[in-house]
Each structure stands twice: as structure tokens, then as C-alpha cells.
């Protein structure tokens, strides 16, 4: 039996259902803890993974926006100043937190300071993450700015997070590889990694749209989805009175899943994790970047490639807009389908070919 530690990063629900997946499979036959920070701790503690996982809290930086609501690279940097002076302590209260469980693997699911800590006690590591995709692969197709702003986060992402024996890199849709991948270590290019729950749904057809999130949303987009008319249930801005056809849902991972199964399409954020999710089902996705996010802006970029949704900037969405995606719906759902989404089984044996061998069992000796 393995220790294994897990370190999570904090922003986004995509790290945390990751993170949750893969610890619900190794705990039937390893000890796991997870490390997770801001978000992530939230949503494993009030929904934790099956099986006798340990978690415990981390401090991370967070995301900062502007007063447009668009996400700031350089406020993120101030607001992460305290974080950032207090990381050298951190990292080495974690790297002797992992001698003390004599942990055999840290998985890191772009989360810096354990994998740090993992570097400094010996243990091997192992990458688990979306972030990657962009240090491991090519955007030829894309539009130049997309291509600087792929060249810039792969030279972030290798910096932030290093050292790694492996590299698994999660996403809905894979652009070709880049020669070379993220460095000297292994590259395993796998598809989303889905909760048991949402592998077990069986998707259904019904009229409403799913809409998802964050709170740094232009109001711009509650009013084009508002015009339409359309039954749009809304997660991520917390519990509203309706809005013409907007409803808005309380945080409910079961009522979330439930929406999503039997929606007619999804309109939404364009992180890797939801939108996995969502196209496993079938169900093609307008996807509206965060303002500001260039993470977001290259996945809705895949999203379009793949030819599984379409794309839109947050500013642009309009009812014809709308009209058009969901004209295009049946064609989305096709592409979709056709997708190899699921990643699960590939990251698990990926994560398991890491792990030490177990010690040769004693045979008797014959009296």
C-alpha cells in the first residue's frame, strides 16, 4: 500500500473534481491525502471524494480582477505578495509534513508549494493538470494572438510548476504535440477526468439551457440570455429572484449534474473541466471566456476547433449570436459524441506506473 499526496490548487472547480476523481480510485488500495487550497478545499469538503481520504487546507494566491470585471495578471501578482513571502517556510513545513507520512507519490495538480516540497524530501512527483496542455502542445491553427498567448502561458506553467517525473496532461480536445513536450519528463496526453457520478449519467433532451459563471461576469450576458426567452438555469452567482426565464440555482453539485444531463445546450465559462463534462454528455457549449483569462480564450479556441460548440467573447453575446449557436446545435452534438472526453482510466494508469512495486510475498519453506 502506497502513501500518496496529493497538493490542489485553488482557483476553479476543474482542480478539485480532478483531484476528487483520481483519489476515489486510489484510495481503495492506497492511503491518500489531499492538500488543497481556496476553492478546491471548499468543494472536496462539501463533497468528498468516496473512500477514506484525508484532507487538509493549503493557503494560495487568488485570482484579482479590475473594475471592468476582467481578469488582472498584475493585481493577481500584488495581491499575491503575502503568499509569495511566507512560500520558502511553506515549502519546507510540507516537505517534512511528506517525510513524516513517508509519502511514495505526490501528485500535483498545479499546485506549486507541494510540489516543491517533494523536490526538497526526494519524493517523485507527478504532474496532473490542464495547464500543461499548453507547455506540451502546438497552436498552429489558432489566430496569432492566441499562438503569443499559448507561448506565454507554457513558459509560465514550466516555470511554476517543475521537476516532475510525468506529466499528465487533462483536456477535452488535444492540439498536436509540441517536439519535446514539457521537458526531459514523460508526457501522457489523456482526455477530462469524470466523477463516477457524471460517467454514470445517461444525458436526456430537454428545452433549458445550462449557464455557468463566475461572479466577474459582464451583466452584458445576463441580459442577451434573458432576451432570448429561453428557460436558462444559472450556476455560479449564487441564489437570485428569477429574471424573466433566468433561473438561478444554488450551489448543488446533484443539481448541477441534473441540469446538465437534460439540457439542450450549455452556455458558459470556457474551463476545461465543465466543458469535459458537459461534451461527454453530448450537449455542445457556447463557451464565453472570463474577460481578461488567456486560458479561457485558447480552451474556447479548442472548443471551436474540436467543432463540438462555439466560441464568443463576453462583450459580443447577443440574441443572434445565441441563435446561431443553438441553430447549430445537432451538428455540435454530433462532433461532441465523436470525442474521446474521458480520461480516467488512462490518468489512473498513468499515475499507478509511478507508484513503487509492492515487495515480493515470502513464500514458506517446506519443513
Known amino acids: 500500500m502506497a502513501q500518496i499526496v496529493f497538493g490542489i490548487a485553488g482557483e476553479g472547480r476543474g482542480h478539485a473534481a480532478r483531484a476528487g476523481t483520481l483519489a476515489s480510485a486510489l484510495s481503495r488500495d492506497h492511503d ?13 469538503a462539501g463533497a468528498p471524494p468516496r473512500g477514506p481520504v484525508e484532507l487538509e487546507r493549503l493557503p494560495c494566491p487568488r485570482f484579482a480582477y479590475d473594475r471592468r470585471g476582467r481578469l488582472s495578471y498584475a493585481r493577481t501578482g500584488l ?3 503575502g503568499y509569495l513571502a511566507r512560500f520558502p517556510a511553506l515549502v519546507r513545513r510540507l516537505a517534512r509534513d511528506l517525510e513524516r507520512r513517508g509519502a511514495d507519490l505526490v501528485v500535483s495538480d498545479f499546485e506549486p508549494a ?55 496532461v487533462s483536456s477535452f480536445h488535444h492540439p498536436p504535440p509540441r517536439a519535446g513536450g514539457a521537458g526531459r519528463e514523460r508526457v501522457h496526453r ?6 463516477p457520478a457524471v460517467r454514470a449519467a ?45 433561473r438561478f440555482r444554488p450551489v448543488s453539485q446533484d443539481g448541477f449534474l441534473e441540469d446538465l444531463r437534460t439540457c439542450r445546450a450549455v452556455v458558459s465559462t470556457a474551463g476545461n473541466q465543465l466543458v469535459g463534462e458537459a461534451l461527454h454528455l453530448g450537449k455542445p457549449v457556447l463557451g464565453i471566456p472570463e474577460p481578461g483569462n488567456r486560458e479561457q480564450e485558447l480552451n474556447a479556441w479548442l472548443l471551436e476547433d474540436s467543432g463540438a460548440g462555439a466560441r464568443c467573447a ?6 443572434r449570436a445565441l441563435a446561431a449557436f443553438l441553430e447549430r446545435a445537432d451538428d455540435h452534438r454530433a462532433a461532441a459524441l465523436r470525442l474521446p472526453v474521458d480520461g480516467t482510466d488512462a490518468a489512473l494508469a498513468a499515475l499507478r506506473s509511478y507508484l ?3 515487495a515480493p510475498t515470502a513464500r514458506l519453506q517446506p519443513a
Do not use: K, M, N
Open 32 to 44: 491518500v491525502a489531499l492538500l488543497a487550497a481556496g476553492d478546491a478545499h471548499d468543494l472536496l
Open 202 to 246: 445517461r444525458p436526456a433532451d430537454g428545452d433549458h439551457l445550462l449557464a455557468y459563471f463566475r461572479r466577474s461576469l459582464p451583466e452584458s450576458v445576463l441580459d442577451a440570455l434573458e432576451a432570448a426567452g429561453r428557460e436558462t438555469r444559472v450556476y455560479g452567482l449564487g441564489e437570485r429572484e428569477p429574471r424573466g426565464a433566468l
Open 114 to 168: 507541494v510540489a516543491r516540497a517533494a523536490l526538497l524530501a526526494g519524493v517523485p512527483f507527478v504532474s496532473v493538470s490542464h495547464q500543461h496542455l499548453f507547455a506540451t502542445s502546438r497552436f498552429d491553427g489558432a489566430p496569432l494572438r492566441l499562438r503569443v498567448s499559448a507561448a506565454w502561458i507554457g513558459a509560465f506553467v514550466r516555470g511554476y510548476v517543475h521537476g516532475q517525473a510525468g506529466t499528465v
Open 190 to 195: 489523456v482526455g477530462v477526468l469524470l466523477r
Open 314 to 319: 463576453a462583450a459580443a453575446l447577443d440574441g
Open 79 to 81: 495581491h499575491s505578495a
Open 356 to 358: 513503487p512495486e509492492p
